[in-house]
C-alpha cells in the first residue's frame, strides 16, 4: 500500500515526454515543485535522431526543483497505460494534473497529398487522440478521488486551419472535442479538461528542420520555449478560474497574459490567431 500524497503535494503525469513540448512541460511543473511522471518509448537517446530519453527528462525535473520519475510506455498499449494509473493509485492515491501529449509523428511533413505519404500517417489518430482518451479514461478515477483536478490536451492552430494534412488537423480537432465532452461530464467532481494551443516551439526537431533548409529560407520568428506551455499549465491549475476555464481550447500566449506568464527568458510569446485562426477568443471580463 502507497503512503498516498503528502500535504501540497501536486501529482502530474506528462505523456510524450522524451523531448519537444512534453519534455518542457514536464520540466516547468517540476520547477514549480510538481512530482512528474514522465512517459515515453525513449530510453536510449539513440532511439531516434533528435536524441531524448524519459530518464534525461526526469532528471530535469528533479533538478529543477520537482521530482521526476521516468516511465517506459507505448501509448498504443492500453495495458501499459492502466498499469502506470494503477501504480499511481497505489503510491499516491490520487492524481493532479494529466497532460495528453504522447503523439506519433509518421511522415505528417513528407511532400505530396496525404495518398501519396505512407499510411503510418493515420497512426496519428491511435497515439495521440485514442491515446489521449485512454489515459484520460484511467486517469479520471484518481482526478475524481482527489477533489480537483486537470486534464490538458496539447493543441494546436492545425484545428481550424490546415497544416501537416488532414490526420494532423483531424487529431488536433478532435482533441478539442474531446476536451470539451470530458469536461462537461467531469464538471461536477471539480475536475477541468481543456485544450491548449502550442505556438512555435524550439524543440529538438525544429532545429533540426530548420538546420536543414538554406539559411535565406529559415523564418526569422523567435520560438517559444517548450516550458512556457508548462508555465501555462502550472498557473491555470492554480487559477480560481480552473473551473470556468474548463472545457474551452485556448491559446497558451493568450493565457499568458490572463496569468501574466512570461517564457523562460522573461519573453512574451505571441497569439498566432490572426493569420492562423483560433478558438473563441476569452472575454475580456477574464483578461481584466
Same mark, same amino acid.
Given at each position: 500500500?502507497?503512503?498516498g500524497k503528502?500535504f501540497m503535494e501536486?501529482?502530474? =503525469? #506528462?505523456?510524450? &515526454? %522524451?523531448r519537444?513540448?512534453?519534455?518542457?512541460?514536464?520540466? &516547468?511543473?517540476? &520547477?514549480?515543485?510538481?512530482t512528474?511522471? =514522465?512517459?515515453?518509448r /525513449?530510453?536510449s537517446?539513440?532511439?531516434? +535522431?533528435?536524441?531524448?530519453?524519459?530518464?534525461?527528462?526526469?532528471e530535469q525535473?528533479? +533538478?529543477?526543483?520537482?521530482?521526476?520519475?521516468? #516511465?517506459?510506455?507505448?501509448? /498504443?498499449d492500453?495495458?501499459?497505460?492502466a498499469?502506470?494509473?494503477?501504480?499511481?493509485?497505489?503510491?499516491?492515491?490520487?492524481?493532479d494534473?494529466l497532460v495528453?501529449n &504522447?503523439?506519433?509523428l #509518421?511522415a505528417?511533413?513528407?511532400?505530396?497529398?496525404?495518398? *501519396?505519404k505512407?499510411l503510418?500517417?493515420?497512426?496519428?489518430?491511435? #497515439?495521440?487522440?485514442?491515446?489521449?482518451?485512454?489515459?484520460?479514461y484511467?486517469a479520471?478515477? !484518481? !482526478? =475524481?478521488?482527489?477533489g480537483?483536478?486537470l486534464?490538458?490536451n496539447t493543441?494546436?492552430?492545425g484545428?481550424?486551419?490546415y497544416?501537416h494534412?488532414?490526420?494532423y488537423?483531424? *487529431?488536433?480537432?478532435?482533441?478539442?472535442?474531446?476536451?470539451?465532452?470530458?469536461?462537461?461530464e467531469?464538471r461536477?467532481?471539480?475536475?477541468?479538461?481543456v485544450?491548449?494551443?502550442?505556438?512555435s516551439?524550439?524543440? +529538438?526537431?525544429?532545429?533540426?528542420h530548420?538546420? %536543414?533548409?538554406?539559411?535565406?529560407?529559415?523564418?526569422v *520568428?523567435?520560438?517559444?520555449?517548450?516550458?512556457?506551455?508548462?508555465?501555462i499549465?502550472?498557473? !491555470?491549475?492554480e487559477s480560481?478560474?480552473?473551473?470556468?476555464l474548463?472545457?474551452r481550447?485556448?491559446i497558451?500566449?493568450? !493565457?499568458?497574459?490572463l496569468?501574466?506568464?512570461?517564457?523562460i527568458?522573461g519573453?512574451?510569446p505571441?497569439?498566432?490567431?490572426?493569420?492562423?485562426?483560433?478558438?473563441?477568443?476569452?472575454h475580456?471580463s477574464?483578461?481584466g
Open positions: 500500500m502507497g503512503l503528502t501536486t501529482i502530474a =503525469v #506528462v505523456t510524450g &515526454a %522524451s519537444g513540448a512534453g519534455k518542457g512541460i514536464a520540466i &516547468a511543473l517540476g &520547477a514549480v515543485g510538481h512528474v511522471y =514522465v512517459t515515453g /525513449s530510453g537517446d539513440k532511439d531516434t +535522431e533528435w536524441g531524448g530519453t524519459i530518464h534525461e527528462t526526469a525535473v528533479t +533538478e529543477a526543483g520537482g521530482k521526476g520519475i521516468a #516511465v517506459a510506455l507505448d501509448h /498504443s492500453d495495458s501499459s497505460v498499469e502506470l494509473f494503477n501504480r499511481i493509485r497505489k503510491e499516491h492515491g490520487g492524481l494534473i495528453n &504522447a503523439a506519433k #509518421v505528417t511533413t513528407d511532400p505530396g497529398g496525404f495518398w *501519396q505512407s503510418e500517417a493515420g497512426d496519428l489518430i491511435t #497515439v495521440g487522440l485514442r491515446s489521449h482518451f485512454v489515459a484520460s484511467y479520471a478515477p !484518481l !482526478l =475524481v478521488a482527489n480537483k483536478g486534464i490538458v493543441g494546436h492552430y484545428a481550424v486551419c497544416y494534412g488532414p490526420a488537423g483531424a *487529431q488536433k480537432a478532435g482533441s478539442d472535442k474531446m476536451a470539451a465532452d470530458m469536461a462537461k467531469l461536477p467532481h471539480n475536475v477541468a479538461a485544450s491548449v494551443w502550442m505556438g516551439l524550439d524543440t +529538438e526537431r525544429a532545429r533540426a530548420l538546420a %536543414s533548409l538554406p539559411e535565406e529560407k529559415r523564418p *520568428q523567435k520560438r517559444q520555449s517548450p516550458q512556457f506551455t508548462g508555465r499549465i502550472a498557473a !491555470l491549475y480560481e478560474r480552473l473551473m470556468e474548463s472545457g481550447a485556448m497558451d500566449s493568450e !493565457l499568458g497574459t496569468f501574466n506568464v512570461t517564457d527568458d519573453s512574451r505571441v497569439s498566432h490567431r490572426f493569420n492562423m485562426g483560433g478558438p473563441p477568443e476569452l475580456r477574464l483578461l
